[in-house]
């Protein structure tokens, strides 16, 4: 069964061969597999500038297997929606606060992307929202993907018009987060509950989130 | 950003904005109307995409097409031979009709449903393909006679496209359904499988599963479909649309 560990710099100690792992699969798939030239390195771990601290890493595995990942990102700081896509916004402009988060890098290994996986970590973003009082998530997502999160159950408001990008049309967007959005990934996955695991950390995680009263 | 180029965005903006408000599936395809006219679109077309055991004219979720082309389209069988649903299948980016390749000498068929298109004044159009998280495939099609694509129209279209499709489904789909009525993945994956010509035993060897737990979801699935038994529990999960083998 997939599980969908956070991994911060709050407990990274606890997962240093699955981050090596993880940014060379990373790697694997942005720069060879979609040949996207800005993230290629020679050490083959594909690490940038919004892989910092108060990064937060989505790692979905199998058992010791990294099988997907995404990561999250405050908008309160600089994000990739703020310093490179800003143009992919301009419709609607930048979401900004406390409370939303932007995520980006997401992937699933080559070998499981028959739906299940992106089920569980679907499911799991939402989850790890719901529980950490973050109201919004903005991406950078694939435009061929926006069915695919309807159809998640998610609720997305995109922020511009698709735009090519690397020879694929991506927008720029808000995802709302909703436990029925995280009820609906989980039923499209066969999933019965929770998906996360935290292991060496507290919850919630985001400690100074602003909670609306 | 120029003057032009904020006019389709605000088209395409207030266009979504406004479909949430929508309650019909009438509404909704009268406003695509009104503001997919803007770019000389005149002809409409929602559905899913049917495999071989499906017939088209049920995977349809909305359609305006011109009177007698639909009946024409189905008698005939054009879906099987359509250029667009072939390209449809296999990109994930939007593009025009005139953009489907085919082999006029080898493929008499698609030349015919191109032609007889045309007849009928969808000479051209932008199709928009779905690709669903589990096999789910569908299309979302427009013609028209003069249509305003460009490179600055067609972003606008495309996601102007793919919410008026979000907003039929949701409508569409019956709301009463029970959520534990819902098939599994796993189940999905069993009836898939039987669909296949699979037997208990080889599905277990296949899923990694003992046989008395893929005969466990076999049940559980025809269960949840109301069928008699394995075989009509298959049919049932075809005709909805809940696999795809």
């Known amino acids: 069964m997939t599980a969908i560990h956070i991994v911060s710099s709050a407990n990274r100690h606890l997962y240093e061969t699955t981050l090596d792992s993880y940014f060379r699969i990373r790697h694997d798939v942005f720069a060879k597999e979609r040949g996207w030239k800005a993230?290629?390195?020679?050490?083959?771990?594909?690490?940038?500038?919004?892989?910092?601290?108060?990064?937060i890493h989505l790692i979905a595995m199998d058992g010791d297997r990294v099988v997907g990942g995404q990561r999250l990102v405050p908008t309160t700081t600089p994000h990739m929606l703020s310093e490179i896509f800003a143009d992919l916004a301009a419709v609607k402009g930048?979401?900004?606060?406390?409370?939303?988060?932007?995520?980006?890098?997401?992937?699933?290994?080559?070998?499981?992307?028959?739906?299940?996986?992106?089920?569980?970590?679907?499911?799991?973003?939402?989850?790890?929202?719901?529980?950490?009082?973050?109201?919004?998530?903005?991406?950078?997502?694939?435009?061929?993907?926006?069915?695919?999160l309807h159809e998640a159950g998610?609720?997305?408001?995109?922020?511009?018009?698709?735009?090519l990008i690397e020879n694929q049309w991506a927008i720029a967007a808000e995802v709302e987060v909703r436990q029925s959005s995280r009820d609906r990934a989980r039923a499209l996955g066969g999933i019965g509950g929770s998906v996360l695991v935290r292991r060496g950390l507290k919850v919630p995680l985001i400690g100074e989130v602003a909670h609306v009263t | 950003m120029n003057r032009q180029e904020f006019d389709h965005a605000h088209v395409a903006f207030s266009f979504i904005e406004r479909l949430e408000t929508l309650e019909a599936p009438d509404d909704v395809m009268n406003h695509m109307e009104k503001s997919l006219g803007l770019f000389g679109f005149e002809n409409f077309i929602l559905t899913g995409l049917p495999n071989p055991h499906q017939r088209a004219e049920q995977m349809v979720l909305a359609r305006k097409w011109p009177r007698g082309w639909f009946e024409i389209y189905i008698k005939e069988n054009y879906v099987a031979a359509d250029p667009v649903v072939r390209l449809c299948r296999n990109s994930i980016n939007p593009f025009e009709w005139s953009e489907a390749p085919y082999n006029r000498e080898k493929e008499p068929r698609a030349h015919e449903v191109m032609n007889r298109a045309a007849d009928f004044r969808m000479a051209n159009g932008f199709c928009i393909?779905?690709?669903?998280?589990?096999?789910?495939?569908?299309?979302?099609?427009?013609g028209g006679d003069k249509l305003d694509l460009s490179s600055r129209t067609k972003p606008a279209i495309h996601l102007m496209g793919m919410y008026a499709f979000e907003r039929i489904r949701q409508l569409m789909t019956p709301a009463q359904r029970n959520r534990s009525d819902d098939l599994t993945s796993r189940e999905r994956e069993v009836l898939t499988w039987t669909a296949l010509g699979k037997t208990s035993s080889e599905i277990a060897e296949i899923l990694e599963l003992s046989k008395r737990t893929v005969d466990e979801y076999s049940i559980r699935a025809a269960r949840k479909l109301r069928a008699q038994n394995k075989t009509h529990a298959v049919v049932k999960a075809l005709q909805q649309r809940l696999i795809n083998p």
């Open chain 1, 39 to 55: 993230v290629e390195r020679s050490d083959e771990r594909d690490i940038d500038a919004f892989d910092r601290d108060d990064t």
């Open chain 1, 94 to 148: 930048i979401p900004v606060g406390p409370t939303i988060w932007e995520a980006s890098r997401y992937f699933v290994v080559r070998e499981r992307r028959s739906g299940r996986t992106d089920a569980t970590m679907l499911a799991g973003v939402q989850e790890f929202g719901v529980d950490e009082g973050i109201t919004h998530y903005s991406a950078v997502i694939e435009t061929w993907w926006l069915p695919r």
């Open chain 1, 154 to 163: 998610f609720v997305v408001r995109p922020l511009g018009l698709p735009t």
């Open chain 2, 129 to 142: 393909p779905i690709h669903g998280l589990t096999g789910y495939e569908a299309c979302v099609s427009f």
